[in-house]
């Protein structure tokens, strides 16, 4: 008898010596239906670290945060409560996006690396961040844009939050004095992740 026959009798009594059972339990799980990305996400920006564009389809299904930052602002202490907040919700499924904008003040002077540099050093930001754009007006972002034309909100000033649900659907407007610890914006983004609106 042939070294391959002798392979595939032993092969066979191995499988026929498993139950049937055992099979099904090695069987690899059907893995769940990705999210469908809502139309609001289907954009991409590049990185504020590294300027490798990333979709924002990335965040599909997930409750999102959208701020408008600036380095030299009064609000800028802001961005240790985002952080705080990212990090305490994150695992629930709160993402906090921040985005860098030199439309109010010129508080936002520097360069991606600059900015990066301001971030991670001084507040310890780890939620993402995105390259400088504008977020108001003609020049608005298109996620801005988006968010404008579908609250009737535009910012008024740095620091201005948006709330989307894991639907896509923009839930709130926050100005920028309503800081990320203020009661009124914790409850909505933790009724957003239990799923209420």
Not at 69 to 92: D, I, N, P, R, V
Not at 120 to 146: D, E, I, Q, R, W
Request: glycine fraction near 8%.
């Amino acid at each position: 008898m042939s070294k391959t026959s002798l392979a595939l009798l032993s092969l066979s009594a191995a499988l026929l010596s498993v139950s049937p059972g055992a099979v099904m339990a090695q069987a690899p799980a059907v893995a769940a239906p990705a999210v469908a990305c809502p139309a609001i996400l289907k954009q991409t920006f590049t990185r504020l670290q590294d300027e490798v564009p990333q979709n924002l389809c990335q965040y599909a299904g997930k409750v999102v945060l959208v701020v408008n930052t600036a380095s030299y602002c009064g609000f800028t202490s802001q961005y240790e409560g985002l952080e705080k907040m990212y990090a305490k919700y994150g695992k629930q499924g709160l993402v906090v996006l921040g985005f860098p904008s030199n439309d109010f003040g010129k508080q936002e002077p520097g360069n991606s690396k600059e900015i990066a540099d301001f971030c991670y050093n001084t507040y310890g930001v780890k939620f993402p961040m995105f390259s400088k754009s504008s977020v108001t007006g003609a020049a608005a972002n298109p996620l801005h844009a988006s968010l404008i034309k579908q609250t009737g909100k535009e910012p008024k000033w740095n620091f201005t939050k948006y709330l989307i649900g894991r639907d896509g659907k923009v839930l709130e407007y926050f100005p920028s004095k309503v800081t990320p610890d203020d009661k009124q914006m914790v409850t909505k983004i933790e009724q957003a992740l239990a799923g209420q609106s």
